[in-house]
């Protein structure tokens, strides 16, 4: 004779499908809903796609740059192996320069076209892009100002560079003028870094509060 069990015997109720995980688990999060905003607030805030033609034509600017590059560069070339003209190494650092200040300037627009559509437009979606430059991780509204004062300070740089270069041929007034406009720009761009560090420091010290 066989000996019945103690233990009960479970029964699933029909048309019920047997579940293969563990029913205490806990079940993952819905992510809210964004909420619905209303009229005023949502044209406010579609607003910001007025900039886009801007950076549009930021795009178009940077496209010239790139041919008066090569237009220089084409000019360079044709007087150094072409012409029968002898180009001094005064003039060949001059024309040298004025590439490398195109070159500066077109990384200055990229800061201001890739930065500005990624702090005041919309996202990018470029995390997991492996070219995405550096700086924009973590870049934002303060940071971007630092890096195009520092970026003008460079381009100022070039500018006054060629200036002494090609001093004999200028005034004392342009020289003495264009050193105080560098040095200008220097100490703003101090003071923007100044101001940017206290900003930052005073956040986390809110954030504890």
Do not use: C
């Given at each position: 004779?066989?000996?019945k069990?103690?233990?009960p015997?479970?029964?699933?109720p029909k048309?019920?499908p047997?579940?293969?995980?563990n029913?205490?688990s806990?079940t993952?999060p819905v992510p809210?809903r964004?909420s619905r905003?209303?009229?005023?607030?949502a044209?406010i805030?579609?607003?910001?796609w007025l900039?886009a033609?801007?950076y549009?034509?930021?795009?178009?600017?940077?496209?010239i740059?790139?041919w008066?590059?090569w237009l220089?560069?084409y000019i360079?070339?044709t007087?150094?192996f072409?012409?029968?003209?002898?180009?001094s190494?005064?003039?060949l650092?001059?024309?040298?320069?004025?590439?490398?200040?195109v070159?500066m300037?077109?990384n200055?627009?990229v800061?201001?076209?890739?930065g500005?559509?990624?702090?005041?437009?919309s996202k990018?979606?470029?995390?997991?892009h492996?070219?995405?430059p550096?700086w924009l991780?973590?870049?934002n509204a303060?940071?971007?100002?630092?890096?195009l004062a520092?970026a003008?300070?460079g381009i100022?740089?070039?500018?006054?560079?060629k200036?002494?270069i090609?001093?004999?041929?200028?005034d004392?007034?342009?020289?003495?003028?264009?050193t105080?406009i560098?040095?200008?720009?220097?100490?703003?761009?101090i003071?923007?870094?100044?101001?940017?560090?206290?900003t930052a420091?005073?956040?986390?010290d809110?954030?504890r509060k």
């Open positions: 004779m066989t000996q069990s103690d233990q015997h479970l029964v699933w048309n019920q047997q579940s293969s995980t029913p205490t806990p993952p809210p964004p905003m209303n009229a005023l607030p044209s805030f579609m607003s910001r900039q033609p801007l549009v034509g930021l795009i178009v600017a940077q496209a740059y790139v008066q590059f220089e560069l360079l070339v007087n150094v072409l012409s029968t003209k002898h180009v190494d005064t003039e650092m001059l024309v040298v320069l004025g590439l490398i200040d070159v300037i077109s200055l627009l800061m201001v076209i890739v500005g559509w990624e702090t005041f437009i990018l979606g470029l995390d997991a492996p070219d995405q550096e991780s973590h870049v303060g940071v971007l100002k630092v890096k520092t003008i300070i100022s740089s070039i500018h006054l560079l200036t002494f090609n001093a004999e041929t200028l004392e007034k342009t020289l003495l003028w264009q105080i560098h040095m200008g720009l220097v100490l703003s761009a003071a923007i870094a100044y101001t940017e560090k206290i420091s005073i956040a986390p809110a954030s």
